[in-house]
């Protein structure tokens, strides 16, 4: 009798034991279906570590340092209309991309055949993107400007939200800044004070005087270029956006981008980035000649000598500094 009673005692632990398990099982099941965003943001990790269009080196490395830097809210943008978020990177064909969101925000747009759309980017130049477009259309749409807290990271996490970016080689991308800013003769230089950052630099890496150089019509070379930027990375001075780390810039430990474009392969991954809009039957991606006579990118051997012969120390200090986007990207870092 009491062997029977001790068979059916251990029994009936097993059995409440199975029966507290399903209900656990159960209630979290539950939890889920009432919650479907969890069940996405958890196919989406596992999509973003598999899949490699998503960069598995990312992620691994923010594991890996634990490099948690600051969410940049000034340089988030959301398009609720589009459902879309991106990060603001300059030179990675960022002119371009504002020229085809903008007629997106106009319901003609919709209307209009593919012929009709590329005719009306044409008729946007540089100086309206930047000066007029960038301030009354995209301005309100940056995170920074979300006073709710709770709202901006809602935006981060939420699946629906097809979040995105453009790269580029660091170094090609600092010398397309050099190339556009310093050395093209934009008509538009002056007005958004590229001349005087130009003169700044001048200044301050030649030790002469402002009068002196406007006289002799001193012009930044290469060389100084690089310096002045080794000089601010070596004094934790920040970097202007148009060469600063794109890894830092858009906070990618914190945000898990859908898809990342390369400038490299720019027509390619553009023509992606239209179907993922549903509008690549309504317009194409504009041509960087809309902006610029001659194209900004020089051979890699010949871009690698460029930076080596600025000084092997400060090569290595802009390595150093431009290592995690070689990292994040799948960039190689030449060793010296």
Known sequence: MEKRLSKYSVTGKFRCLLISLWLIIGIFYIHLRKHPDNIRRLKSKKSLLNNPTFNGNRISYCS????????????????????????????????????????????????????????ELEKVNRAQVW????????DPYYLKNYRDLTQRLEILESPSIFKFIFVRHPFQRIYSSFRDKFQNDNVDDTMFGWKDLEEDILTKMSNSTLTWIRRNDIRLDFDTFLKYIVYCIQHDQELNSHWDLIFRRCSLCHINYDWIGKFERIEKDASKLLEKFNISDKVSFPSWKLDQQTKYRIDEDDLLNLFINNGRKEYQTLSDYYKQDFIAFNYTIHEI
């Open 64 to 119: 890996s340092n634990n490099s948690q830097t600051p969410i940049l809210w000034e340089n988030l943008i959301y398009l609720p209309h589009l459902n879309v978020l991106f990060c603001n990177i300059p030179k990675t064909a960022s002119t371009n991309l504002r020229r085809i969101l903008y007629l997106t925000f106009n319901t003609n747009f919709y209307n209009r055949s593919k012929e009709e759309n590329i005719l």
């Open 131 to 138: 000066f007029n477009i960038e301030r009354q259309m995209f």
